[in-house]
Structure formats: structure tokens, C-alpha cells
């Protein structure tokens, strides 16, 4: 099959330490151990609280950030093996768009600049095509073109989201990391961003890795869904199976917090106790034990390993393990 980000093992440290003269006392295991991969033309979501490390594998496969250990292939280049030269041409390929629009917008630069200032770098099309060509781009975004000339600051947040994604898509991309590109924006012109990076995906053929906390609107874009806990993909599966029958404890806890709007459907509300851990100090065996409610005395000790439940399907979890004795 065709996948055009292949991730395997991949693991990101920052080494804390303590007071000016100590050495290192210790790593914060923003990311430990994931692997996943996505098929060219879908959209993986992302999930998990703040601090679970989905924005550190966004940054890191990007290569905004080096790796601790693990493998990033983009479409079969294992991208830490690159030199800066092969990076700089491979980078209008990979885009991000990030949470806050106006915090990434040059303020002092006008619209037409800021789309067209990488097109140029990397001389995308020909000079002689260059100003119809961010016409057509400002158009496919739901931009007015006569809007070219004008600054960030005269726009409305929804609009400057899509002044960021016009700026990524300019670039012909494949793939695009898109950080919780939505969940700054009212909750109307949510529906409008995540319906403009569909339109574009068709249109362009492209690959989303969808970062979001937000499970209703991972819902609308996914194809896939991974679930991440304290730096561990703890579940994966397509969107159909994973809304339907989710496994792990953690996914069901979060899961069961949406809103149904079928009134026959009754899914228990589960609220978990306790807040999450600290990365740097993670609990023993399996990281969520301490707020599991199926914890079992072996889940303090061993950490689970990946059980593949069915095709596509995988779950970290000792409940799903048959050699566990339970
Ligand atoms: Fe809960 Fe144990 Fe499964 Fe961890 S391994 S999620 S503690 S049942």
C-alpha cells in the first residue's frame, strides 16, 4: 500500500536539569516509542490532553526538532538521514499549520507577500505565472484576491487561518501537519476551516496528520485515529471502529465525554480521577495505571505491549493481552 509518512519507534527526550552546575538529572519522555503510518490522500487525528506529546511527534517528524532515537520516512526518504542542502529542497513538500494564526503572520508584511515570499524562495512556478498563480491560490482558499494588498491585522481569525493555509498550500505540498489549526477559532467558522481542508485535500491529493484535542472535529476529518497518553500511542484504528469500539481505558474515558446525539444510544460517562502525570516522572508498568479503572496488579509492573485486536486495529493494553493471566 502507499503510505507517505511512515513512523517507527520514534522517541524525543529533553534532558532536565537541575540548578546552574549539576549535570542531568533526568529525561522528560515527550515521546516514547510511536509508530504509525499514513496513507497518501488521508487524514490521521491525533489525540490526547495537552502535554500527551502529539504536538512534539508534529514538530519531530517535521524535523522542526531532532529525534532521541526512531525512524521518519516521508515518502520512503528517511528524513534524519538528510543533509541541510536535501532538507531545504524536501521542506516545501512537508507544511504546518499551527493553532494560532495571527502569532505565525508577519504583521508587517501584506497578504500577497506572505502567500507568495517561499514561492518565490523556492521558485514554485514561473515569474511570468507568479501573480495569477496566488490568485488562483487565494480563490481556492476563500480568499478575495483584491485582498492582496491588506495586513493581518485587518482580518477576522478565520480568515487569517485561511491566509495560513493558503501560504502552505502555495507550496504544492503532499503533506501537511495541521496543529490544532481550529481550536482557536469560534466554534461557527470551525465547521468552515475544517470543510476548506477538506475541499483542498480532494482537490490536491493531500495528507493531513490532524493534531487536535477536539474529538468532534477529529471525527469529521479523520480517516484514522491514533490516541496518545505520556508520550505512548496507546490505541490506533480507522475512525469507524475506533468511534464505535473503543478498547482502551484511557480511549473509552475520552470517547465517552462527546455528546451522542441518538437518545437510544447510552454511553456511560467516565470520568477519570486524578490529573495527568508528569512526563519526567511516569508511573511504573503501565503509564495510566494510575487512573485506570480496570487496573489490574500487573499493569503497576509490566508495561502492556501493542496486541493487534484486528486488522488495523492495535491497542496498548494488558486487557486485550490473552498471555496475561488477569
Ligand atoms: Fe488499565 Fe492495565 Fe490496561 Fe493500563 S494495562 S490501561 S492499567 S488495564
Given at each position: ?124 512556478v514561473p515569474?511570468e505565472e507568479y501573480e495569477d498563480y496566488i490568485t488562483k491560490i487565494m480563490l ?5 484576491p ?181
Open positions: 500500500e502507499d503510505y507517505i509518512l511512515v513512523v517507527k519507534n520514534l522517541k524525543k527526550y529533553y534532558p532536565i536539569k537541575k540548578g546552574l552546575f549539576s549535570r542531568t538529572s533526568g529525561y522528560v519522555k515527550a515521546i516514547d516509542g510511536v509508530s504509525f503510518k499514513i496513507k497518501r490522500g488521508t487524514t490521521m487525528g491525533l489525540v490526547g490532553e495537552s502535554g500527551c506529546g502529539k504536538t512534539t511527534v508534529g514538530k519531530t517528524i517535521l524535523r522542526l526538532t531532532d529525534k532521541t532515537d526512531g525512524e521518519v520516512y516521508f515518502d520512503g526518504i528517511p528524513i534524519f538521514e538528510l543533509d541541510r542542502k536535501q532538507l531545504r529542497k524536501l521542506r516545501p513538500r512537508i507544511q504546518l499549520i499551527f493553532q494560532d494564526p495571527y502569532s505565525s503572520l508577519s504583521p508587517r508584511l501584506p497578504v500577497g507577500e506572505i502567500i507568495g515570499e517561499a514561492v518565490k524562495d523556492n521558485n514554485i515569474k481556492d482558499c476563500g480568499l478575495q483584491y485582498h492582496k494588498d491588506r495586513y493581518p491585522h485587518e482580518f477576522s481569525g478565520g480568515q487569517r487561518q485561511r491566509i495560513c493555509i493558503a501560504r502552505a498550500i502555495a507550496l504544492k505540498p503532499e503533506f501537511i501537519v495541521c496543529d490544532e489549526p481550529v481550536s482557536a477559532l469560534d466554534v461557527s467558522i470551525q465547521a468552515q476551516i475544517i470543510n476548506l481542508l477538506k475541499d483542498l485535500q480532494e482537490k490536491y491529493k493531500l495528507t493531513y496528520l490532524f493534531i487536535s484535542h477536539d474529538l468532534s472535529v477529529v471525527e469529521h476529518i479523520s480517516d484514522t485515529v491514533g490516541v496518545m497518553y505520556l508520550g505512548n500511542l496507546v490505541e490506533f484504528a480507522d475512525k469507524e471502529t475506533i468511534f464505535k469500539n473503543p478498547l482502551h481505558p484511557y480511549t473509552r474515558a475520552l470517547f465517552s465525554a462527546i455528546p451522542i446525539p441518538d437518545p437510544d444510544v447510552k454511553m456511560k460517562r467516565i470520568i477519570l480521577e486524578g490529573s495527568l502525570p508528569s512526563p519526567a516522572n511516569p508511573p511504573s508498568g503501565c503509564k495510566f495505571h494510575t487512573r485506570c479503572y480496570e487496573c489490574m496488579e500487573i499493569c503497576k509492573k509490566v508495561p502492556p505491549r501493542e496486541i493487534e485486536v484486528e486488522k488495523g486495529h492495535t491497542v496498548v493494553c494488558h486487557l486485550y493481552d490473552k498471555e496475561v493471566v488477569k
